[in-house]
T-cell receptor
């Protein structure tokens, strides 16, 4: 079974621009979660989507948004980029059946650099 | 409040030596517990998980972890490390219901001396 894939792997943007990142979950997985990872803050939860609905949201400004399609693929969008948005963005997929038995499987991440 | 603490930011061990990475959690009930590993520039890979039953859990790559309810700990161990084990290790506590989310520790970076 193919793992979680994320595209692109690397991105360089300038302040004020917007960016869209894509995540394809493991086949059969219905939940996709997004995380931002930085050296200072570690792994921070952005949001989770399940069956095209946002099920959970972290403490990020409204510039960060996401969506999930009927095939469970997910995209996240960051508008009006700031220097502090430079990070590794990780996507994780799971069956989405709830609770801790729902192990998350991570993609390799998208490295975003904002200049 | 729910939290996960990994007290050691960096740990250095010699190749062939034993390893123990600490993880303590604060949760309203016994949570589901995970250890992940992240190699440089990569995503996180699941090493092992604890849901219930035997408190000593075996994982991949020769790792094991022991759940101790009385100490709210879930420490990761390996009897003999290899240079390829150099990475960052994350402990995480899983939600007990669908509306909660998984919480990760800040991570412990493991360095291996030749």
């Amino acid at each position: 079974k193919a793992g979680v894939t994320q595209t692109p792997r690397y991105l360089i943007k300038t302040r004020g621009q917007q960016v869209t990142l894509s995540c394809s979950p493991i086949s059969g997985h219905r939940s996709v979660s997004w995380y931002q990872q930085t050296p200072g803050q570690g792994l921070q939860f952005l949001f989770e989507y399940f069956s095209e609905t946002q099920r959970n949201k972290g403490n990020f400004p409204g510039r960060f948004s996401g969506r999930q399609f009927s095939n469970s693929r997910s995209e996240m969008n960051v508008s009006t980029l700031e220097l502090g948005d430079s990070a590794l963005y990780l996507c994780a997929s799971s069956l989405g059946e709830g609770a801790g038995t729902d192990t998350q499987y991570f993609g390799p991440g998208t490295r975003l650099t904002v200049l | 409040a729910q939290s996960v603490t990994q007290p050691d930011i960096h740990i250095t061990v010699s190749e062939g030596a034993s390893l123990e990475l600490r993880c303590n959690y604060s949760y309203g009930a016994t949570p589901y517990l995970f250890w992940y590993v992240q190699s440089p520039g990569q995503g996180l890979q699941l090493l092992l998980k604890y849901f219930s039953g035997d408190t000593l859990v075996q994982g991949i790559k020769g790792f094991e972890a022991e759940f101790k309810r009385s100490q709210s700990s879930f420490n990761l161990r390996k009897p003999s490390v290899h240079w390829s084990d150099a990475a960052e290790y994350f402990c995480a506590v899983g939600p007990l219901n669908r509306d909660d989310k998984i919480i990760f520790g800040k991570g412990t970076r493991l360095h291996i001396l030749p």
